[in-house]
């Protein structure tokens, strides 16, 4: 079965820094995304950004990156010149190529100070 | 805007006695999905619905059932909630299969007295 693991329960960053959040995932399969989605305080969550397994690129989204690491099974997130509204939940998540259910890990805390 | 609401934000029950919570979406999305979130837990995937064909998760217990009526609706019924129902519980919604997004509403907070 996979798994996904966030080994940071906890983040913090100051505004304009940049912070990176870990993410590992385990999967015997080789097609396959990975996404990190976001939940701020009392609202709902939102996709961030997706990965393709097949893709060898980084995606990439304005501020947000990710370093995909698949022979390593890691999936971490860089935020760049982070900002108050950063601030949430981020959970990192996998799914397989031919199913709807996403995995998610357990979240990272992400508090951002001015 | 078009987006996934969930009725109520946050609900008590008692224990033993059944509750149902309500998402509704106006995405149009032919896929709903409910997720269990337990406090500092992963969300976990209960079941969903693409269209009318309803895929329960193996380990899903009985007690949770759910319906959806028409597209724009589902329901989530525990049938006799216990003490450890207790969580946050996510409605989401896709386009279509497989989902290359998700689109989750707000969540309803449930506490079992």
């Known amino acids: 079965a996979q798994t996904v693991t966030q080994s940071q329960p906890e983040m913090s960053v100051q505004e304009a820094e940049t912070v990176t959040l870990s993410c590992t995932y385990d999967?015997?399969?080789?097609?396959?995304?990975l996404f990190w989605y976001k939940q701020p305080p009392s609202r709902q969550m939102i996709l961030v950004i997706r990965?393709?397994?097949?893709?060898?690129q980084n995606a990439t989204e304005n501020r947000f990156s990710v370093n995909f690491q698949k022979a390593a099974k890691s999936f971490s997130l860089k935020i760049s010149d982070s900002q108050l509204g950063d601030a949430a939940m981020y959970f990192c998540?996998?799914?397989?190529?031919?199913?709807?259910?996403?995995?998610f890990g357990t979240g990272t805390r992400l508090q951002v100070f001015p | 805007d078009a987006m996934v609401i969930q009725n109520p934000r946050y609900q008590v029950t008692q224990f033993g006695k059944p509750v149902t919570l309500s998402c509704s979406q106006t995405?149009?999305?032919?896929?709903m999905y409910w997720y269990q979130q337990k406090s500092s837990q992963a969300p976990k995937l209960l079941f969903h619905?693409?269209?009318?064909?309803?895929?329960n998760e193996a380990d899903t217990p009985d007690n949770f059932q759910s319906r959806r009526p028409n597209t724009s609706f589902c329901f989530l019924d525990i049938r006799s909630p216990g003490l450890g129902d207790a969580a946050m519980y996510l409605c989401?919604?896709?386009?279509?299969?497989?989902?290359?997004?998700?689109?989750f509403g707000p969540g309803t907070r449930l506490t079992v007295l």
């Open positions: 999967t015997s399969e080789s097609d396959y995304y």
């Open positions: 619905y693409y269209d009318k064909d309803f895929n």
């Open positions: 995405l149009n999305h032919n896929v």
């Open positions: 998540a996998y799914r397989s190529s031919n199913t709807d259910k996403l995995i």
């Open positions: 990965q393709e397994a097949y893709k060898q």
């Open positions: 989401a919604t896709s386009r279509d299969r497989p989902s290359n997004e998700q689109f």
